[in-house]
């Protein structure tokens, strides 16, 4: 990915960040560069996830998947990280292979899928470190009966992807099911680039090897300069914005293609950075469309916010037809790949005029090298803003509480954050 | 719809109101609903959004759409207001008739859908007040010819919502198709209970009826008091709120089937609200899927938004089934709607137990009903806002920027805007 943030600087925006600051911020960025490869040469908790690219094996995913991928849909039983990449890479590729991504429990959701869903032609493919998350067992439970009462053997129709132990691993061996294993040392928001992510791509027939080839081409740019590095560029400017009033970070693709991976990035950077009462909070946008929703916000509400433009240099085109209409002429004139375009430029120097500060990112095209890239690039620079906030980038301790709850209030044992529900405040203004 | 404002208080939460501060802020409150009231007699611009529930005749929808009833599928032609609204009441309702929204002009995505879609089978819907809306246009010429290529006539399967006057009023008039009035006085993103929201809707066969009706439920609330008005209890504490720091809203329905009701929220929010660098940035969320996502941040970051939760009390249930593993047992004696109400109620604890705001919405169901009264609180909860924020909650002219700048990049004119795009400050860091 190429960053470009011009928009971000003072000279611009306000918030912006000046070319001083930059200098000096750079010098943090070369000591985080250390701390950083350091983790990496010592496969520490978190930084492993950056070497993934090296790391996963293409051959063993699709060896795996094989018996699987003439299916005609695909259900990732997952939530969270356990969804989010595999999601983010099926969506932005086009492949025959329907996909589903059970990801929340909701009842009349859930059935309506497998009601609608030939399961006979239908593979599962759970996924959960610890096998125990609550969500997917759940919803992998209420599968297999869906399975069962159709006449299908799920076990012939089943991949699992989880840790070296637990009962989905006992699953696994039980049923001798095809399984691979969630990596050591990737949190699940950062594993979009091993089997977590990549087992749905394979199913979907997607190119492993320039996912991680492109991967690969980032992680070649990490060195100790902001100025030398997309990522770090990216990473070091956003921290700098939240640092001087801009608390969130809208992210704004220009491509339909690529909606899911702004939920993606929403996760990382959000269960990140967000801790210690620090971190900026993502907002999911998409171009052209929330130009007419989100907008007048951008541009005229408080000045708390970057927009990060995400924009496929190449696309598809379609041309517009002519119109006898004078007003619309201009028009039949243009594809709507050139009304994309246009837009997306105008959008940018609207908010510039204005004095928003804005990032822009490019990739040449959404396929799977460019889409590697992108995925790695955001990992990377989302560890560096970490490193110069001073967070545990890696874990997600806030979670815990209501994880509890949920399972004291369920019956599963004893927990005093059970206890705590029932003393709600209330001030209840009812119809 | 009822609203528990409890975990907002500042014995709950930081930021909070007092007791004492809702009670001063409901003298403005009674002041605002003066207003309001005078502004829907009057049936001033914006206000009369307000009347629609008595103003919209769901017999002339039902008339109009009537040659189009038994499509297998619809295709929703418009942008933001002219697409968000019934885009929200038809994916929270389900129906046997596909609906295709196409609200972007990303040309892959466009040709999918057009190639997909069997056009003999397909009704359009195309929404655009002015009938000049380049996006909604082009994608309209796109369609018709993709029609015209099928040998479908598509003049006998087009269905015009536009305003009085303009190119689509013409070509309704020209190829005498059955068409709708956007209601005067009504902005787009105001106007979900009228013909611009219900045309969809009519055409799905969904209770046109009770959606008005639920929505004169909720218009009857609106009093002058924050402590007897639902709409304006939610308003008002989110505006007080935000003066207090919480700049952001995040809207977080417990049922997938309201995940676009949180756009259509989000356009009412941030353009409604966001002008004169005022306005709470809205965000989108989804219960449960965002507690492994969001819920760090909003847990453990900065204290800077408030949470509002969306619930329906009654849902369709699934039992999990049992299973033989300890640790899991607790969910084979649960059924997923007992799993969704656990994680709700422990997910809003454990903001309350961090101090962090969260306001409960609850409806009794996802039906015409529950959803018109949705809808209408708040949109009245926006108004109330806007009232309160002293900003003019019906226009939006931060967009307009843009859209000469589009316009002028395509040759349609001469507009110093576009000038200005080819100005940008570049600092590029490149792969």
Aim: glycine share 8%; hydrophobic share 40%; charged share 25%.
């Amino acid at each position: 990915m190429d960053v470009d943030i011009g928009n971000a600087l003072a000279s611009v925006a306000s918030p912006g960040v000046s070319r001083e600051a930059l200098d000096r911020l750079d010098e943090q960025v070369a000591d985080a560069h250390e701390r950083i490869e350091q983790g990496m040469a010592n496969a520490d908790h978190g930084y492993e996830a950056l070497n993934l690219p090296e790391r996963t094996d293409p051959d063993a995913i699709r060896a795996t998947v094989d018996p699987l991928t003439d299916a005609g849909a695909l259900v990732t039983i997952g939530i969270g990280g356990s969804s989010l990449g595999a999601a983010t890479i099926v969506d932005a590729l086009s492949s025959d292979t329907e996909t589903v991504f059970l990801d929340n429990v909701d009842p009349e959701w859930v059935t309506a899928h497998l009601d609608r869903l030939p399961l006979e032609d239908t593979a599962i493919n759970v996924v959960s470190r610890s096998g125990t998350t609550a969500e997917t067992l759940a919803n992998f439970l209420v599968a297999r009966e869906a399975f069962e009462s159709a006449g299908v053997d799920w076990t012939e129709r089943t991949i699992v992807t989880t840790g070296e132990s637990g009962p989905l691993r006992d699953l696994a061996d039980r049923h001798d099911l095809p399984s691979l294993k969630v990596p050591d040392g990737v949190p699940g928001r950062f594993s979009a680039l091993s089997a977590v992510g990549m087992v749905a791509a394979a199913v979907c027939d997607h190119d492993l090897d320039a996912l991680l080839e492109g991967a690969a081409a980032e992680a070649e740019t990490l060195t100790g300069s902001l100025y030398e590095c997309p990522a770090y560029a990216y990473g070091a400017t956003t921290y700098a914005l939240d640092a001087r009033g801009a608390g969130m970070n809208a992210m704004v693709p220009y491509a339909e293609s690529l909606e899911t991976y702004s939920e993606w990035f929403a996760q990382l950077w959000a269960e990140s950075l967000g801790k210690d009462d620090l971190g900026q909070t993502p907002l999911r946008a998409l171009g052209v469309t929330d130009q007419h929703s989100q907008l007048q916000l951008y541009r005229a509400g408080p000045r708390d916010k970057v927009v990060t433009f995400v924009r496929p240099t190449e696309t598809a085109d379609r041309s517009i037809p002519e119109t006898e209409v004078d007003d619309l002429a201009y028009l039949g004139d243009a594809s709507l790949g050139d009304l994309l375009a246009a837009e997306f430029e105008a959008t940018e120097a609207s908010l510039a005029a204005a004095g928003r500060p804005n990032v822009r990112v490019e990739i040449d095209r959404v396929d799977e090298y460019e889409l590697g890239g992108l995925l790695y690039g955001m990992e990377a620079a989302c560890v560096l803003a970490g490193e110069l906030y001073g967070v545990n980038t890696f874990e997600q301790p806030a979670v815990e509480w209501a994880k509890k709850a949920t399972r004291g209030l369920l019956g599963g044992g004893e927990f005093a954050e059970a206890d705590a529900v029932a003393e709600k405040t209330e001030l209840r203004v009812e119809q």
